[in-house]
């Protein structure tokens, strides 16, 4: 396996984990409401901090882009800039709350 299909395999990994933790806080939401409570902080931080991985796998895959490109490589032997980029950053929303 290439370097370039780990890091398009880590990167579905970690979108996956944003569409899960998101899903976990939307239902949690539905049944429990928006009360402020030590779950709901819970479920919020894995949600957060899986957003942040996204944001960093797709940042570290941009850069690694770029670099190579000072070093003079050919556009074939530089991978395109990872999925997960600004677009797909926008796309991952806070779940909404139910009633809104």
């Given at each position: 396996m290439s370097a370039l299909d780990r890091r398009a395999d880590r990167l579905a990994q970690v979108h996956a984990q944003v569409?899960?933790?998101g899903q976990r806080l939307?239902?949690?939401?539905?049944l429990y409401g928006s009360r402020p409570c030590?779950?709901?902080a819970e479920l919020e931080r894995a949600y957060v901090s899986a957003?942040?991985?996204l944001a960093d796998a797709g940042?570290?895959?941009r850069r690694r882009a770029v670099a190579g490109e000072r070093r003079?490589?050919?556009p074939a032997d530089v991978s395109e800039p990872l999925?997960?980029?600004e677009?797909?950053?926008q796309a991952v929303v806070r779940p909404s709350r139910p009633g809104s």
């Amino acid at each position: 396996m290439s370097a370039l299909d780990r890091r398009a395999d880590r990167l579905a990994q970690v979108h996956a984990q944003v569409q899960y933790h998101g899903q976990r806080l939307e239902l949690y939401r539905r049944l429990y409401g928006s009360r402020p409570c030590d779950r709901l902080a819970e479920l919020e931080r894995a949600y957060v901090s899986a957003r942040e991985r996204l944001a960093d796998a797709g940042d570290a895959g941009r850069r690694r882009a770029v670099a190579g490109e000072r070093r003079g490589a050919s556009p074939a032997d530089v991978s395109e800039p990872l999925a997960g980029g600004e677009e797909d950053r926008q796309a991952v929303v806070r779940p909404s709350r139910p009633g809104s």
